[in-house]
């Protein structure tokens, strides 16, 4: 099965640093990556997706990751944090193992940034 | 645009009482639709999984059941609610390239 692992349960990182969400996968074949952001008691909402391409992928609010297929990683990350940034990031890959579609979710990290 | 709803939006209910939360899409035919759990706030599982009108798949055994009566209609149930299902449950659609689409959730808290 496909997996995704996410090293760090909180990252805390000052008003205007750089961030950085870390993420690695295990997969078989090419990987279908993703990375997700839940605000308190909502659900969650799509930021990016690496399919195939540039390894530097865009997304919304600012965020890009890095694909990096000799890591196996997909990190997350951002110039300058906001404390609006303030959220739990999943990452998740792609995983047809039961024989559908469907898209297999990290444990989550919690980002707080400090003003 | 393609829009998710769930409702209620939050739920108390006894232990041993029925649940019905309910999930709704639109502006998309077939879609692929999902239910998870998220307890204490961090890791998603996967509840159930449904591809079409009355087809069901379900990742783990458990005290709840799903159904799908319309196209764009996903339904979470259960008979008899344990102290164990309390948690936020999502509903998801699955849209191009496997993105999915969430729900924003109902918290469910079983006394």
């Known amino acids: 099965a496909q997996s995704v692992a996410q090293p760090e349960d909180q990252v805390n990182v000052a008003e205007g640093n750089p961030l950085t969400v870390k993420c690695t996968y295990s997969?078989?074949?090419?990987?279908?990556l993703f990375w997700y952001v839940q605000y308190p008691n909502r659900g969650l909402q799509f930021l990016l997706k690496?399919?195939?391409?540039?390894?530097l992928v865009k997304g919304s609010y600012g965020f890009e990751a890095e694909f990096n297929k000799s890591q196996t990683s997909f990190h997350l990350k951002k110039p300058s944090a906001l404390v609006s940034d303030s959220a739990l990031y999943f990452c998740?890959?792609?995983?047809?193992?039961?024989?559908?579609?469907?898209?297999?979710f990290g444990i989550g990290t919690k980002l707080q940034v400090i003003p | 645009s393609q829009t998710i709803h769930q409702w209620p939006a939050t739920l108390v209910q006894p232990v041993g009482s029925p649940l019905s939360l309910e999930c709704t899409v639109e502006g998309t035919s077939n879609p692929n639709l999902y239910w998870y759990r998220q307890a204490a706030g961090r890791g998603l599982q996967l509840l159930f999984y449904?591809?079409?009108?009355?087809?069901i798949s379900s990742e783990v055994p458990q005290n709840l059941s799903a159904s799908r009566p319309q196209d764009r209609q996903f339904i979470l149930s259960s008979k008899k609610l344990l102290l164990s299902d309390s948690g936020f449950y999502l509903c998801?659609?699955?849209?191009?390239?496997?993105?999915?689409?969430f729900g924003p959730g109902t918290r469910l808290l079983v006394l």
């Open positions: 449904s591809v079409g009108i009355g087809q």
């Open positions: 998740a890959v792609r995983d047809d193992s039961g024989g559908y579609q469907k898209v297999t």
């Open positions: 997969v078989s074949g090419n990987p279908y």
């Open positions: 690496y399919i195939t391409g540039d390894n």
């Open positions: 998801a659609w699955m849209g191009g390239q496997e993105t999915q689409y």
